[in-house]
C-alpha cells in the first residue's frame, strides 16, 4: 500500500463549533491522510456568536517548531488558516518557506470574512497578516470578500465579469502565490468559483447552484476535500468540481439546521465524502 502524504494544519482550534481544525480534521482523517496541527489559538466557540474567549498561542509556536527541527519532524503538505499576531504571521511564514524549499506543498486559506464584511472580531490589521501568508503559497483559496480586502479591491454588488474576475485572480497572484481559487463569487450572473492554475497557465470558472444560508466551517470542509484530492495527484479545476458539489451535498442536508454559526458536524456525513 502506497504512503498517504502527511499533513500539518497550523489554524485556531474552536471549542465549540465545526470550523478550522475542527471541520478539517475528521475529512483528511476519514480520506486516510495523517493529520497533524500547531494551534494559532485556542477559541472558545465562532465569532458570530457575540461573545468569545481567545487564548493565543504564539508562544507555543515559538516552542515548538525549535523542538520539531530537532527531532527532524517534516510534512508534505502545511494548510494555513487564521493568524492573530504579527509575531506568529513571521513565524509561521517563516517555517512554511523553509519547508517549501524541502518539497513541502503550502496551502493557505486566508480566512477573513464573507458576504462583503470581514467576520466579527478580524481587523484590517490582519488582513495586512494575511498577505503575507498567501505570498508563500502554492496554492490561496480565499473567497470574494477575502480577495477583495486582500487587494483592496472594491467589492461588487452586482456580478462579475469574467474579464474582471481575471483581474482578480492576478491581483492575487500578484502578491505572490502561485495557483489561485476565488470561491463564492458571481460570474456572468452565475454562482461561481474562479480559478488560476500556474502549472498549465489556465484560468477557468465552475459554476454551482446556491443554497441559501450562511454555514460557518464550509470553506474549511472545502479546504480539506481540495486538498485531499490535490495530494491524490488530481488536477485543480477536477479536484475543485468535486469540493464543490460535496460541500453543496453537505450544506443540502443540513439546509434546516437552527444554529448555523456551529458549523456542520462532519463527523455525521462522512459517507458523503468522495
Same mark, same amino acid.
Given at each position: 500500500?502506497?504512503?498517504?502524504?502527511?499533513?500539518?494544519?497550523?489554524?485556531?482550534?474552536?471549542?465549540?463549533?465545526?470550523?478550522?481544525?475542527?471541520?478539517?480534521?475528521?475529512?483528511?482523517?476519514?480520506?486516510?491522510?495523517?493529520?497533524?496541527?500547531?494551534?494559532?489559538?485556542?477559541?472558545?466557540?465562532?465569532?458570530?456568536?457575540?461573545?468569545?474567549?481567545?487564548?493565543?498561542?504564539?508562544?507555543?509556536?515559538?516552542?515548538?517548531?525549535?523542538?520539531?527541527?530537532?527531532?527532524?519532524?517534516?510534512?508534505?503538505?502545511?494548510?494555513?488558516?487564521?493568524?492573530?499576531?504579527?509575531?506568529?504571521?513571521?513565524?509561521?511564514? +517563516?517555517?512554511? $518557506?523553509?519547508?517549501?524549499? @524541502?518539497?513541502?506543498? %503550502?496551502?493557505?486559506?486566508? #480566512?477573513? !470574512?464573507?458576504?462583503?464584511?470581514?467576520?466579527?472580531?478580524?481587523?484590517?490589521?490582519?488582513?495586512?497578516?494575511?498577505?503575507?501568508?498567501?505570498?508563500?503559497?502554492?496554492?490561496?483559496?480565499?473567497?470574494?470578500?477575502?480577495?477583495?480586502?486582500?487587494?483592496?479591491?472594491?467589492?461588487?454588488?452586482?456580478?462579475?465579469?469574467?474579464?474582471?474576475?481575471?483581474?482578480?485572480? +492576478?491581483?492575487? $497572484?500578484?502578491?505572490?502565490? @502561485?495557483?489561485?481559487? %476565488?470561491?463564492?463569487?458571481? #460570474?456572468? !450572473?452565475?454562482?461561481?468559483?474562479?480559478?488560476?492554475?500556474?502549472?498549465?497557465?489556465?484560468?477557468?470558472?465552475?459554476?454551482?447552484?446556491?443554497?441559501?444560508?450562511?454555514?460557518?466551517?464550509?470553506?474549511?470542509?472545502?479546504?480539506?476535500?481540495?486538498?485531499?484530492?490535490?495530494?491524490?495527484?488530481?488536477?485543480?479545476?477536477?479536484?475543485?468540481?468535486?469540493?464543490?458539489?460535496?460541500?453543496? $451535498?453537505?450544506?443540502?442536508?443540513?439546509?434546516?439546521?437552527?444554529?448555523?454559526?456551529?458549523?456542520?458536524?462532519?463527523?455525521?456525513?462522512?459517507?458523503?465524502?468522495?
Amino acid at each position: 500500500m502506497t504512503e498517504k502524504k502527511q499533513i500539518l494544519l497550523i489554524n485556531d482550534v474552536a471549542g465549540h463549533s465545526k470550523v478550522g481544525m475542527g471541520a478539517m480534521i475528521p475529512v483528511l482523517s476519514y480520506m486516510g491522510y495523517p493529520t497533524f496541527n500547531l494551534p494559532t489559538a485556542l477559541v472558545s466557540n465562532t465569532f458570530d456568536y457575540g461573545k468569545f474567549n481567545i487564548l493565543d498561542t504564539t508562544e507555543f509556536i515559538k516552542g515548538t517548531l525549535p523542538v520539531w527541527e530537532e527531532l527532524g519532524f517534516g510534512f508534505d503538505a502545511i494548510c494555513t488558516g487564521c493568524m492573530f499576531s504579527d509575531e506568529q504571521t513571521r513565524l509561521v511564514s +517563516d517555517y512554511c $518557506r523553509e519547508q517549501a524549499t @524541502k518539497g513541502t506543498t %503550502i496551502f493557505v486559506d486566508p #480566512i477573513l !470574512g464573507d458576504g462583503g464584511r470581514l467576520y466579527n472580531g478580524m481587523t484590517m490589521a490582519q488582513v495586512g497578516l494575511m498577505r503575507k501568508m498567501v505570498a508563500v503559497a502554492d496554492l490561496t483559496f480565499p473567497n470574494y470578500t477575502e480577495a477583495a480586502y486582500l487587494t483592496d479591491s472594491d467589492i461588487k454588488a452586482e456580478s462579475l465579469t469574467w474579464e474582471e474576475a481575471v483581474a482578480l485572480l +492576478d491581483k492575487v $497572484r500578484a502578491i505572490g502565490c @502561485k495557483s489561485v481559487l %476565488i470561491t463564492s463569487c458571481e #460570474i456572468n !450572473g452565475e454562482h461561481s468559483v474562479a480559478g488560476y492554475n500556474h502549472f498549465d497557465n489556465e484560468y477557468f470558472h465552475l459554476e454551482y447552484e446556491c443554497i441559501p444560508g450562511l454555514f460557518h466551517g464550509t470553506g474549511d470542509l472545502f479546504s480539506a476535500i481540495i486538498i485531499a484530492h490535490l495530494l491524490n495527484g488530481e488536477p485543480l479545476k477536477q479536484s475543485t468540481r468535486i469540493a464543490m458539489d460535496t460541500v453543496y $451535498r453537505l450544506i443540502w442536508l443540513n439546509k434546516d439546521l437552527t444554529d448555523k454559526n456551529r458549523g456542520i458536524l462532519i463527523e455525521q456525513y462522512l459517507d458523503e465524502l468522495k
